[in-house]
């Protein structure tokens, strides 16, 4: 999102013809607890899990990567299409979300700095993290 935000930013300034951007991506984690579909699993959710599994998919439903691991047992033809099944729902939400957000211009002050002569390095990273929630809210 911020990479299309960017380059928004950059076609508004005349400073690039077109977007490199093809179209749109989204993941999500998911698996199976405890014999329930979940999405988003937690530490503890992942430690018990059955089936670990990230889905990559384009923004028309395209499938760019699935990777499922059975922890525990096998993985049946129905459980991945249940898993797929729930990512690609999620997914949709997320683009949902996502698509308002990625045109969006950045504030005329710019993105948010990413100075190297920080005290502390990890100050640049908090203060874009810091941007980025209030860009989003």
């Known amino acids: ?24 991506v989204a993941a999500v984690s998911c698996g199976v607890v405890d014999g329930a579909s979940l999405l988003d699993l937690d530490y ?19 499938l760019v990567e699935v990777q499922a691991t059975a922890e525990r047992t096998p993985l049946t033809r129905a459980s991945l299409d249940e898993l797929l099944a729930l990512a690609a729902g999620a997914i949709a939400q997320l683009r949902t979300l996502q698509t308002p957000q990625s045109q969006r211009p950045w504030p005329s002050s710019g993105p948010p700095s990413t100075a190297t002569d920080a005290a502390d390095p990890r100050d640049a990273q908090r203060a874009q993290l810091r941007e980025f929630r209030r860009l989003l809210s």
Not at 46 to 61: F, H, K
């Open 44 to 62: 503890s959710e992942d430690s018990r899990a059955e089936v670990d599994a990230n889905v990559v998919m384009t923004g028309d439903g395209g």
């Open 1 to 24: 999102m911020a990479f299309a935000r960017a380059t928004s930013r950059l076609i508004a300034a005349g400073d690039l013809a077109r977007s490199p951007l093809s179209g749109a």
